[in-house]
């Protein structure tokens, strides 16, 4: 049915992104179908949009918009999901620290 939608896999869990792959494989359908694509917030989870991106899948980054009073609250919300995912904010500091190490060499 993918010719009539179009899908936003708009997730910050790794398990999550990584089901959606395998579901496009077992469909036959490109990772860089033009109606699929993956989104994770800017700042958050970039080791999942570069896997997916190296991957061939079509993904973003978004920033939210709009008053302090209305973003704030929000960018809260995602920021406790994140962290309460499997350790996933643990993990992505590691990530960053270790890219950090290799690239003071």
Request: aromatic share 6%; net charge positive.
């Amino acid at each position: 049915h993918l010719d009539n939608i179009a899908v936003i896999v708009a997730s910050h869990n790794e398990q999550s992104n990584l089901l959606a792959t395998q579901l496009l494989d077992k469909q036959n359908l490109p990772h860089n179908h033009p109606h699929v694509h993956f989104s994770q917030l800017y700042g958050m989870s970039d080791n999942i949009t570069f896997n997916l991106a190296k991957s061939g899948c079509s993904v973003s980054k978004y920033l939210p918009f709009g008053p302090i009073k209305d973003v704030v609250p929000y960018l809260m919300r995602r920021a406790q999901e994140n962290s309460s995912v499997s350790g996933q904010t643990g993990r992505e500091l590691g990530l960053i620290k270790k890219e950090l190490e290799r690239r003071k060499r």
